[in-house]
């Protein structure tokens, strides 16, 4: 089984609905994070979570909002998709802890296209 | 704010020849962190090496090895013997933190492996 779990891996939605990515991990990690990658732009940081009550937004966070339900829970939320939402989204986790190497562990990627 | 540049957006190479993959960054920071990341067709992100600043040698995985020019901010991703299954995005990403809690990423070199 996958360390780090995203579901749903495809999904197409209509503008305007609702739409949540859910991703949990067995990794034990303190922090989780979503990214977004589109085509020539590399991933870029949404939000990210040092623990369950710390929530801190990314470069690119409007339109966007999370929930961390549990260390082992990040979930990501589209309030009222948008086509310019389209793209491939990614969670991660990492350690920072002694001995870790700080390296980010990232799910399989959830394929979103809103039309 | 950190930048971090792949001037090469495609390469291609022969099995079994050795590629080197560009990646430039600019920060004021004296202490960081380099990684190179693979994104096979399965497109789940994969690290093949890391690199700190602080340590002068080379990073070396296996097959994989990194040129690290800390005045020029150049960090080069050197694959020897390639194979099949390199064929890949390869993000070079930088990170100011242990925990990467804000890890800037290029935007990315596909290659590919010719049989």
């Known amino acids: 089984d996958a360390d780090v779990t995203q579901t749903p891996r495809n999904r197409i939605t209509k503008t305007g609905k609702r739409i949540m990515l859910e991703c949990s991990q067995t990794k034990g990690h303190d922090r989780m994070y979503w990214y977004r990658q589109d085509p020539g732009l590399g991933l870029q940081l949404i939000y990210y979570?040092?623990?369950?009550?710390?929530?801190n937004k990314g470069e690119i966070s409007d339109g966007y909002s999370v929930s961390r339900q549990a260390q082992a829970k990040f979930s990501l939320s589209l309030e009222s998709a948008i086509p310019n939402q389209t793209a491939l989204y990614f969670c991660?986790?990492?350690?920072?802890?002694?001995?870790?190497?700080?390296?980010?562990?990232f799910g399989e990627g959830s394929r979103l296209t809103v039309l | 704010a950190q930048t971090v540049t792949q001037s090469q957006p495609e390469m291609s190479v022969q099995e079994a020849e050795t590629v080197t993959l560009s990646c430039t960054y600019d920060t004021s920071e004296n202490n960081y962190y380099l990684f190179w990341y693979k994104q096979p067709p399965s497109r789940q992100m994969i690290l093949v090496i890391r690199?700190?600043?602080?340590?002068?040698q080379n990073a070396t995985e296996n097959r994989f090895s990194v040129n690290f020019q800390k005045a020029a901010k150049s960090f080069s991703l050197k694959i020897s013997d390639s194979q099949l299954g390199d064929t890949a995005m390869y993000f070079c990403a930088f990170s100011i933190n242990f925990g990467n809690e804000k890890l800037t990423f290029g935007t990315g070199t596909r290659l590919t492996i010719i049989p």
């Open positions: 979570s040092f623990d369950v009550k710390d929530i």
């Open positions: 690199q700190e600043a602080y340590k002068q």
């Open positions: 991660a986790t990492s350690s920072p802890r002694q001995g870790d190497t700080g390296e980010l562990f």
